[in-house]
């Protein structure tokens, strides 16, 4: 018994008809963005070093500024 030839993969579209949501899916970060990522990402290790110090306020309150506020908005705008 012979084994019929595997079919070639099929191929996207040509990049010239591209539809509307391809366009919109790609993210495109600007300055904003990487300036609140950088500011997120300084909270987060200032964060750190307070808690190495023993601070029981500043350092919850710099990480969760940095982790759930900074970095995430940085990301979506």
């Given amino acids: 018994m012979s084994r019929p030839a595997p079919s070639k993969p099929r191929t996207v579209a040509s990049s010239a008809t591209t539809s509307v949501a391809d366009a919109e899916s790609t993210l495109r970060f600007g300055p904003l963005n990487g300036a609140l990522v950088g ?7 200032y964060g750190f070093v307070l808690l190495a110090g023993g601070s029981t306020v500043g350092a919850p309150l710099l990480l969760v500024l940095g982790f759930a506020v900074l970095v995430p908005l940085g990301i979506i705008l």
């Fill in 39 to 45: 500011i997120g990402l300084a909270s987060i290790v």
